[in-house]
Each structure stands twice: as structure tokens, then as C-alpha cells.
């Protein structure tokens, strides 16, 4: 690698997306593995799925062993555009409006506020019914 590294766009490295011929992007470096997708221990769907992407967390995430990592320097075929690469999003979850205690005090309020006349009308109705009959 003492010459100039090749620059490939992510658009470029999507090209290579074949089992005859595939390119993978890992920690900002693409890699030709078409020679290594026979003997990859996770099976050449792994690797074939990883194309056209940065692939970099899927590598991380299964914890290739240091022997894995030396070889594929062999597979090095340049460097990627960082800036073809779409930058992650962070998930932020939806807003939800706030629970406010206050709420459920105010709607018993306004029970009541309706309630509260309604029963002392029905009272008064049926004292004076109770005490006409008498």
C-alpha cells in the first residue's frame, strides 16, 4: 500500500454486488473478496448481502478475530469517499405530549361542575314532590 490509494465513491463500490465480482466496504477501506466468498466461514450470503453499504458495524458486530483482520489486507483494493456515504440517523423517538397530573384534576372539576347542580336540582325536585304528597 505505499502508492497513492484508489478513492472509490459508494456508488462505484454498489457496482460490485455480484458473487463474480463483490466489493465491501469496512472502517472507511473497500475490499474485492470475489476470492474469499467461497471459503468465508459465514457463507458467501454474508458477505454478498454487505455490498453497497458501509459495512463496517456488520463486521464489528460478529467479532472477527485478529487472523481475519490480517487477512483482509490481502482483499485491499483502495479507500471510500466518506462523504458518499449517507450518515447514520439517530433514532429519536416521536414526541408524546406530556402527562400532566393537573389534567385528571381539572376533568373531575368539570364532572363535578355538572354533576353537583344536576344533583341538588334532583334533590329539591324530590323534597318538594315529598312534601306536596304529604
Same mark, same amino acid.
Not at 100 to 110: A, G, L, R, V, Y
Given at each position: ?10 456508488? @462505484?463500490?454498489? !457496482? ?12 472507511? *477501506?473497500?475490499?474485492?473478496? +470475489? ?34 483482520? @490480517?487477512?483482509? !489486507? ?12 449517507? *450518515?447514520?440517523?439517530?433514532? +429519536? ?42
Amino acid at each position: 500500500m505505499g502508492e497513492e490509494a484508489k478513492i472509490f465513491t459508494l456508488s @462505484e463500490v454498489s !457496482e460490485h454486488n455480484q458473487a463474480h465480482d463483490c466489493w465491501i466496504v469496512i472502517n472507511a *477501506k473497500v475490499y474485492n473478496v +470475489t476470492k474469499f466468498l467461497e471459503d468465508h466461514p459465514g457463507g458467501d450470503e454474508v458477505l454478498l448481502s454487505s455490498t453497497g453499504k458501509d459495512a463496517t458495524d456488520d463486521f464489528e458486530d460478529v467479532g472477527h478475530s485478529e487472523s481475519a483482520r @490480517e487477512m483482509m !489486507e490481502q482483499y485491499y483494493v483502495g479507500e471510500i469517499d466518506p462523504t458518499t456515504i449517507p *450518515k447514520k440517523t439517530k433514532y +429519536t423517538p416521536p414526541k408524546q405530549p406530556h402527562y400532566n397530573q393537573d389534567k385528571t384534576s381539572e376533568f373531575i372539576i368539570k364532572i363535578l361542575q355538572f354533576l353537583v347542580p344536576i344533583a341538588i336540582l334532583g334533590l329539591a325536585v324530590g323534597i318538594r314532590i315529598y312534601t306536596k304528597s304529604g
